[in-house]
């Protein structure tokens, strides 16, 4: 089956982007086609690659950083939400006259379209949040 | 069609569950995740207002989330069914739409 | 047929304490463009959203209850409210922005986009939706 | 001592209120701001928990919130205060210490 | 006398559904070097952090409840956790963690760090104190 | 009289930081102290200098930063939060092998003892989160 996830909150502070992932990992491990993680609202925190968590804790961003890389996963940041908070990749960064960006590997940003063909193309969609 | 409802918040704290459980028609399943698993507990202030909708509605709650936060599987509503990620994925499939009570 | 969607937008949280009833609506304007079967749903602290009069000036946020009234315009005209979430904090259907739309099928008519409905009523619409967004 | 409590979650959604209450003693003040302000509406659901409690406590209620959120002064609990941000700023000062039920 | 002040830690939040819990008690451990006066209040959903036998294997989070054993070695030991509270959730003392310290007013006796208290006791300490950190 | 200000929750999501904006603004005007603005948990997502919020909305960071700026406010942001987080000054991505920062100018990272500091020397120490 083909399922997308949507992702509402930032990493550490909700539970959200945790389970998220453990969902994620079990419908691939299950045989089942990842369509599309998209991240909004304060979600589009987890894809910056300035996280330094403790040694002692599991480190959120990575996690998805690999994942993606392991089942070649769509994680698309959304734009707008990106902007309001401060997550950037290389070509948003020079649009808007920043100096530095700080998007992680394997996550794109791109428009709130992404959620909605999401929904129309995938057979089950399912909200993380708070 | 067949709806799944997923659940995050304390029932002691919020009224998600209470929204979730008006809101599921007969056949729906509800599940507790996160801090929504208190919800599945025993003795607390809402536990009346699950088995009152258990009737109607199947519930479900996360193993992991039950083991995290220290409650014991004795202290779960009995018919409440707990499950772990594999589960919640098969919860998914299984129903036409997934709809997150946050 | 196959490839319309019945999308449910599901609102319950009130606007301006958090962000999410304006990240909402942005995308219900987006998801407007799909040509998808769209409807919206307000209920427990969600119908807050809809109050009349809101003036942002001395919290020095953006207004947004504006783009509301514009849905009609995107032809997202079918809005439920739930009359025991109204019930419950005091309101009715007059404490809440008009909301209507042109109906191109009656010779475009001014008609209500919104609908009061039961929570009865709400919990059919859920079920009978294909994709769910909650905010 | 005395001590100012502020409430910004909405009544109708969460317990921060009716905690505050059950934890004002006498004299204390309550503030609502945010969501906090639809706690300072009459004829809802909770409006009764505020005004048995408005013997012993004093409640205070954001203008600036309640006009951003459309709440009209005329529907305001009758004996509430209507306060801006300086007004804040002279509650914290004349109370002893600040709790913020989050 | 005057440099120390009541500190009073608020915690209303269950643990891992958000990070609350977790920081809160970051705050108290680097608080306890400032030789403050320091207590701890547990109410509403707080008091699900200190459930015995949390095991965060399969959620792949930090289990940060040991750490509140420790607290006592930090000279942290007025933990105060509300009886309505616990009732409220079906809980009694038997459900929480045993935190004690040793009492060096009364030669390094092993004490009950936690004090069950009611609502009204609750509000009493609240009021009595210095400086409310809430989380 | 000597106050402090905790916030706990990012910039957008929540209206905390507005609120304590505004809080912060009136006890500067109405002539008291502001011995500190403390941001933990989320809260350290206010000092990142890489948002770009809309046009017609308010600029939180920059907000901030001007306030600083105009009163030499002490903004501090956890330095464990904001690890957590990815918020980081030159001296912490460099710490922790990062090819960029984010911080906003006006912002500090420094440690929790800072919070406790606040607390002693204040008056009142105002929190705003969720």
Known sequence: ?130 | MSQLHTVNKSPLERIALESAIKHAVKGNAILMIEDGVYGAMQGTQKSGMVTDAMGDISFYVMGPDLKARGIDEARIIDGINIIDYNGFVTLVTEHDVTQSWL | MSDVKKFLYVNRKAPYGTIYALESLEVVLIGAAFEQDVALAFLDDGVFQLTKGQDTGEVGMKNFSPTYKALGDYDVNKIYVEKESLDARGLTLDDLLPLTYEDEDDDWAEKDSIKVVSAAEMAEIMEQSDVILSF
């Not at chain 1, 982007?17 to 089942?32: I, P, V």
């Open chain 1, 1 to 130: 089956m083909k399922i997308s996830v949507m992702i509402s909150e930032g990493p550490y502070t909700h539970q959200a982007s945790d389970t998220a992932y453990h969902f994620t990992k079990a419908a691939l491990e299950g045989g089942h086609e990842i369509f599309r993680v998209f991240f909004y609202h304060d979600g589009v925190n987890n894809g910056t690659r300035l996280a330094t968590p403790p040694q002692d804790d599991r480190n959120i961003v990575n996690r998805w950083s690999e994942l993606a890389a392991e089942h070649n996963l769509d994680l698309v940041l959304c734009v707008a939400a990106a902007q309001r908070r401060g997550i950037a990749d290389p070509d948003e960064a020079k649009r808007n006259g920043k100096d530095a960006d700080n998007i992680a590997p394997g996550f794109r940003i791109s428009g709130l379209g992404q959620l909605i063909e999401a929904g129309i193309q995938s057979d089950r969609l399912v909200t993380f949040g708070d």
